[in-house]
């Protein structure tokens, strides 16, 4: 067996058509490393290798005929997202009450593509944090330092992707959920364009009915290369539910073929979006290495376009509350807004207009989303990608404190922790495309540096172009020390 457990996708499956390993071997090999491992780390909390390795015994034995595109390939899938007879737990209903009945659209498109799922990883409580920590499962900690979080909502699975314990992750993002881990555990991540993967088949609604109304909320792959991403992109997208008998998906490709051709925004933000002075050198080292390599680089400001994004925010925040509190009882809504206006925070006032949003509110907020989508357009004509931070801060510690009361330091001054979606919000609200991938550079407390790149609706294929590029210039993914 020539592959590593940190072996890229793409890796192991051309050893396995090589007949250089087996699938039935593979999954030994991550079993056998979550056995040994996972106690560090707490990634996969629903293991499911007896059956993954039945399946993989099945594609072993099906050698000979035309391999399905990702057969034998050992994956993993956030707790969240529905795999049929295993738990959606969401992190707070027992796992025994909480069996899916079915495969959510996106694990079947990589079930019969032949991917095997070795598990289910750790989130938190409703999928709604950047830590994955809940009573069922326990806390996952950071590869890189086990003082600090993994990040969340798919934070197990970031973390099992950097150590080693699966090939591939599916995971989820409303307000950066694939995004912040992927950027906290130093590997790739990708969260699709609004529509061009379906995101039905997740907590906390039970059935695989798409829901226009949730589109904001995306499922989407984290990797160990970027390559490996445009991979399961392209296995999983297509429409959902019987939007499938008429429409066909046919994405534009990449803009361009190298960084020299390439433009380049800079996200200028505004003052009250702070960032870590550590995550902007970053961002300025690869200006620089895009500069030199002949690519167009320019600041973008994009206060003729929103303003200085507090509208912007608060609708995203208002949206997110409408879609999250559609599962929430009435009388919690109520009591939550009550908390969100006893706080001295216009932001906190639209979480609290939007848990006791009205129909009339979330038509208002979809219309919003769709003028930014427009306005967006217009920026996207001046540049290829958007380049900026993932979110304000870089992993920081474990944290279990009122959510609303947490804060973060920022270069020596305290900002409210909810704020991490502002920089999230602005791909999630108008469903744009948006990528993730390490930059070689560490903090101060060990912890990888992402940063995200951005592009126009449906121009997810730009992004992923992007991140493969870059990738070629800084190495991409290094495996976290201590998980050899």
Same mark, same amino acid.
């Given at each position: 067996?020539?592959?590593?457990?940190?072996?890229?996708?793409?890796?192991?499956?051309?050893?396995?058509?090589?007949?250089?390993?087996?699938?039935?071997?593979?999954?030994?090999?991550?079993?056998?490393?979550?056995?040994?491992?996972?106690?560090?780390?707490?990634?996969?909390?629903?293991?499911?290798?007896?059956?993954?390795?039945?399946?993989?015994?099945?594609?072993?034995?099906?050698?000979?005929?035309?391999?399905?595109?990702?057969?034998?390939?050992?994956?993993?899938?956030?707790?969240?997202?529905?795999?049929?007879?295993?738990?959606?737990?969401?992190?707070?209903?027992?796992?025994?009450?909480?069996?899916?009945?079915?495969?959510?659209?996106?694990?079947?498109?990589?079930?019969?593509?032949?991917?095997?799922?070795?598990?289910?990883?750790?989130? *938190?409580?409703?999928?709604? +944090?950047?830590?994955?920590?809940?009573?069922?499962?326990?806390?996952?900690?950071?590869?890189?330092?086990?003082?600090?979080?993994?990040?969340?909502?798919?934070?197990?699975?970031?973390?099992?992707?950097?150590?080693?314990?699966?090939?591939?992750?599916?995971?989820?993002?409303?307000?950066?959920?694939?995004?912040?881990?992927?950027?906290?555990?130093?590997?790739?991540?990708?969260?699709?364009?609004?529509?061009?993967?379906?995101?039905?088949?997740?907590? *906390?609604?039970?059935? /695989?009915?798409? /829901?226009?109304?949730?589109?904001?909320?995306?499922?989407?792959?984290?990797?160990?290369?970027?390559?490996?991403?445009?991979?399961?992109?392209?296995?999983?997208?297509?429409?959902?539910?019987?939007?499938?008998?008429?429409?066909?998906? $046919?994405?534009?490709? *990449?803009?361009?073929?190298?960084?020299?051709? !390439?433009?380049?925004?800079?996200?200028?933000?505004?003052?009250?979006?702070?960032?870590?002075?550590?995550?902007?050198?970053?961002?300025?080292?690869?200006?620089?290495?895009?500069?030199?390599?002949?690519?167009?680089?320019?600041?973008?400001?994009?206060?003729?376009?929103?303003?200085?994004?507090?509208?912007?925010?608060?609708?995203?925040?208002?949206?997110?509350? !409408?879609?999250?509190?559609?599962?929430?009882?009435?009388?919690?809504?109520?009591?939550?807004?009550?908390?969100?206006?006893?706080?001295?925070?216009?932001?906190?006032?639209?979480?609290?207009?939007?848990?006791?949003?009205?129909?009339?509110?979330?038509?208002?907020?979809?219309?919003?989303?769709?003028?930014?989508?427009?306005?967006?357009?217009?920026?996207?004509?001046?540049? +290829?990608?958007?380049?900026?931070?993932? !979110?304000?801060?870089?992993?920081?510690?474990?944290?279990?404190?009122?959510?609303?009361?947490?804060?973060?330091?920022?270069?020596?001054?305290?900002?409210?922790?909810?704020?991490?979606?502002?920089?999230?919000?602005?791909?999630?609200?108008?469903?744009?495309?948006?990528?993730?991938?390490?930059?070689?550079?560490?903090?101060?407390?060990?912890?990888?540096?992402?940063?995200?790149?951005?592009?126009?609706?449906? $121009?997810?294929?730009?992004?992923?172009?992007?991140?493969?590029?870059?990738?070629?210039?800084?190495?991409?993914?290094?495996?976290?020390?201590?998980?050899?």
């Amino acid at each position: 067996m020539s592959i590593t457990p940190f072996s890229p996708a793409k890796q192991i499956l051309a050893d396995l058509r090589a007949r250089e390993t087996t699938a039935a071997e593979v999954v030994a090999l991550y079993r056998e490393r979550r056995e040994r491992l996972e106690q560090r780390v707490n990634a996969i909390v629903t293991p499911n290798y007896d059956s993954a390795l039945d399946r993989a015994r099945g594609i072993d034995a099906a050698r000979g005929t035309p391999a399905s595109t990702l057969a034998g390939l050992p994956t993993t899938v956030m707790d969240g997202i529905h795999v049929a007879g295993r738990p959606a737990s969401g992190g707070m209903i027992e796992p025994d009450l909480a069996i899916a009945d079915e495969d959510a659209p996106n694990v079947s498109r990589l079930k019969t593509s032949g991917a095997v799922i070795l598990g289910k990883t750790n989130t *938190p409580i409703a999928n709604a +944090d950047w830590q994955a920590v809940n009573k069922l499962f326990g806390r996952t900690t950071n590869p890189w330092n086990p003082q600090l979080t993994a990040g969340g909502s798919t934070g197990g699975g970031a973390a099992a992707v950097a150590t080693g314990l699966t090939g591939a992750e599916l995971g989820s993002d409303i307000g950066g959920s694939i995004r912040i881990p992927a950027a906290f555990c130093g590997v790739f991540g990708h969260k699709p364009s609004a529509t061009v993967l379906p995101n039905s088949g997740h907590f *906390p609604w039970r059935g /695989n009915f798409p /829901n226009p109304a949730v589109r904001p909320a995306v499922q989407g792959p984290l990797t160990r290369s970027a390559a490996d991403l445009e991979l399961l992109f392209g296995v999983m997208a297509g429409p959902d539910g019987l939007e499938g008998k008429g429409w066909r998906l $046919e994405l534009p490709g *990449p803009r361009f073929e190298s960084l020299a051709t !390439c433009r380049v925004g800079i996200l200028k933000l505004p003052a009250w979006i702070p960032v870590e002075q550590a995550i902007l050198d970053a961002q300025q080292s690869l200006v620089d290495t895009l500069a030199s390599l002949g690519a167009q680089v320019r600041e973008v400001d994009l206060t003729e376009a929103f303003g200085d994004l507090t509208t912007y925010y608060k609708h995203f925040l208002m949206q997110l509350q !409408c879609v999250l509190g559609g599962a929430t009882p009435p009388h919690a809504r109520a009591k939550a807004a009550a908390k969100m206006r006893t706080y001295d925070d216009p932001f906190l006032a639209a979480v609290a207009d939007g848990l006791e949003g009205s129909a009339a509110l979330m038509l208002e907020m979809l219309e919003a989303s769709e003028r930014c989508k427009a306005k967006w357009e217009v920026v996207f004509r001046d540049i +290829d990608v958007l380049l900026s931070p993932v !979110c304000s801060v870089n992993a920081f510690p474990h944290d279990d404190s009122f959510f609303y009361d947490r804060t973060l330091l920022i270069d020596g001054a305290r900002h409210p922790y909810y704020r991490l979606s502002a920089i999230p919000a602005l791909a999630s609200l108008p469903g744009l495309p948006a990528t993730v991938f390490p930059t070689g550079r560490r903090s101060a407390s060990g912890a990888p540096i992402g940063l995200q790149v951005m592009g126009a609706y449906l $121009e997810d294929r730009t992004t992923l172009e992007f991140a493969q590029l870059v990738e070629r210039e800084t190495g991409g993914f290094v495996p976290p020390p201590g998980f050899d």
